[in-house]
C-alpha cells in the first residue's frame, strides 16, 4: 500500500513555543491531505482538509490561526501549532488520499507534549 | 452531519472466540474503510468496500457492506491476540478526494 511518514513522531515543548509537523505521501501524489486530532482512548476528530496550493479548509471549532496549515507540493503538508498550551497535546494524525482511488492512507501520528 | 456508530464500543474476548464489530450510519456513504489502530501509531487500513452488499475477506477477517451502503460489519474468524487493537470505520462522503467520517472506535482486547 501506499506510504504516508509523518514528522517528528514525537516532540515535547515549552509553552508558547510553535511546533511544527510534516506529512509526506512517499510514493504517490496527494492533491488532498488531511489532519486530525485523537484523544486517548478515542477515534480521530477531523481538523482540517488540506489541498495543494491553496488554504486549508477547517471544521467548525477548529481556530486557523492556533493550527497553521500548509501544502505546499504535492507530497507535503505542514501542521503549525502555534503558542502551544498544555491543552494542545494530543496524538496529531495526518492522511494522505490517493488521487486515483480516493483511499486514504495515514501517517504515524505526532505525539505532542507541551509542558 | 452523518454520523458513523460503532458497537460495541469495547469488548474483550478470549483467543480463539468469533467476534462481529458493527459500523450503522442513517446515512449513504460511496464507500467505507476499515482500520485498526495499535497506540501510539496511526491507523493501518484493512478493507475499502464501495458497493451494496458487497463482502471482502481477509483472512480471518470478513467484511460487509450493507445493501443500502449505510452499514457494515467486520466478522473476526478465531481471534488472536495480535487482533488486539482499536477498529474504526470510516464512511467516504464523495468521490475521489473528499475527507471520511469516521466511528468511535471498537477497542478489542484478546486474551491469550
Known amino acids: 500500500g501506499a506510504v504516508v511518514s509523518q514528522h517528528p513522531s514525537w516532540v515535547i515543548c515549552k509553552s508558547g513555543t510553535s511546533v511544527k509537523i510534516e506529512c509526506r505521501s512517499l510514493d504517490f501524489q496527494a492533491t488532498t491531505m488531511f489532519w486530525y486530532r485523537q484523544f486517548p482512548k478515542q477515534s480521530l476528530m477531523l481538523m482540517a482538509t488540506s489541498n495543494e496550493g491553496s488554504k486549508a479548509t477547517y471544521e467548525q471549532g477548529v481556530e486557523k490561526d492556533k493550527f497553521l496549515i500548509n501544502h505546499a507540493s504535492l507530497t507535503l503538508s505542514t501542521l503549525t501549532v502555534t503558542s502551544a498550551h498544555p491543552e494542545d497535546s494530543s496524538f496529531y494524525i495526518c492522511?494522505?488520499?490517493?488521487?486515483?482511488?480516493?483511499?486514504?492512507?495515514f501517517g504515524e501520528g505526532s505525539r505532542l507534549t507541551v509542558l | 452531519t452523518q454520523l458513523l456508530e460503532q458497537s460495541p464500543q469495547f469488548l474483550s474476548i478470549q483467543e480463539g472466540e468469533n467476534l462481529t464489530v458493527y459500523c450503522n450510519s442513517s446515512?449513504?456513504?460511496?464507500?467505507l474503510q476499515w482500520y485498526r489502530q495499535e497506540p501510539g501509531e496511526g491507523p493501518v487500513l484493512l478493507v475499502t468496500v464501495v458497493t451494496g452488499g458487497e463482502v471482502k475477506k481477509l483472512k480471518r477477517l470478513t467484511f460487509q457492506f450493507g445493501d443500502a451502503r449505510k452499514d457494515s460489519s467486520l466478522h473476526i474468524t478465531a481471534a488472536q491476540p495480535g487482533d488486539t487493537g482499536l477498529y474504526l470505520c470510516?464512511?467516504?462522503?464523495?468521490?475521489?478526494?473528499?475527507?471520511?467520517?469516521f466511528g468511535p472506535g471498537t477497542r478489542l482486547s484478546v486474551l491469550p
Open positions: 470510516a464512511g467516504g462522503r464523495g468521490n475521489y478526494g473528499q475527507n471520511f467520517v
Open positions: 492522511s494522505a488520499s490517493q488521487a486515483n482511488t480516493g483511499e486514504l492512507f
Open positions: 446515512s449513504v456513504f460511496s464507500s
